[in-house]
């Protein structure tokens, strides 16, 4: 089974400052790796994801996640937050040979402060 | 560009009456799922189907059941809704097999069900 952890709940950062959200997942094979994010009231956007290849990850609105095996970690990272990131996001993975069904984290929660 | 389109965005069900929530995809994609999402919990896969014709349980089953109508279409159904049904219901959909850089599952608005 896979399972995914994201340690932070809730995070509140000041606009302009750095965030950083961590994932760690427990499988022994590298899976396929998301970050979703989930703005109040709405569905979920594919922020970033990794399959393979470089290990730093770009992905949409300015945030990149580096994925670090030996630590089984997928952090998100943004080095500028704006008031519109304040969201909730979530991890996930999957595997190809398990029909891609993804197992999420619990999420973390961000509110941005003026 | 439609992507996943679910139907009902709100319902409100009393203990014991049935629905069936409507999901749609306009992408050919051949693999959909149904997901729930609870407070601190994540999303949890309650169905899913690889393809047309094909069903199969994911981690919440208990309660529901699941139609792959078409290639298009994956309906879930509540028999007999419980308040421990109460929450927001996700359907997603992914390209399985086709090139690795499609392997994404794609997210419909969400269905906000309250059963009272």
């Known amino acids: 089974a896979q399972s995914v952890t994201q340690p932070d709940i809730h995070i509140t950062v000041s606009e302009g400052a750095s965030l950083e959200l961590r994932c760690n997942y427990s499988?022994?094979?590298?899976?396929?790796l998301f970050w979703y994010v989930q703005s109040p009231g709405q569905g979920l956007q594919l922020l970033l994801k990794y399959f393979s290849g470089d290990t730093l990850v770009q992905g949409i609105k300015g945030f990149e996640a580096e994925f670090k095996r030996s630590q089984s970690s997928f952090n998100l990272r943004k080095p500028s937050v704006h008031w519109s990131d304040a969201a909730e996001y979530f991890c996930a993975v999957a595997r190809k040979s398990n029909d891609y069904k993804l197992s999420f984290g619990a999420g973390t929660t961000v509110t941005v402060r003026a | 560009n439609a992507g996943v389109t679910q139907t009902p965005k709100f319902q409100v069900l009393k203990t014991g009456q049935s629905m069936t929530l409507q999901c749609a995809q306009d992408?050919?994609?051949?693999?959909m799922y149904w997901y729930r999402q609870d407070p601190g919990m994540g999303l949890r896969l309650i169905y899913y189907s690889a393809s047309e014709g094909t069903t199969d349980k994911g981690e919440v089953p208990n309660g529901y059941n699941v139609s792959r109508l078409n290639k298009r279409e994956f309906s879930l159904r509540l028999e007999s809704a419980a308040p421990s049904q109460t929450s927001v219901y996700f359907c997603a959909s992914i390209e399985s097999g086709g090139p690795l850089a499609k392997n994404i599952q794609y997210f419909g608005a969400g269905t906000r069900l309250s059963v009272l």
């Open positions: 499988y022994g094979a590298t899976p396929y």
């Open positions: 992408m050919n994609h051949n693999s």
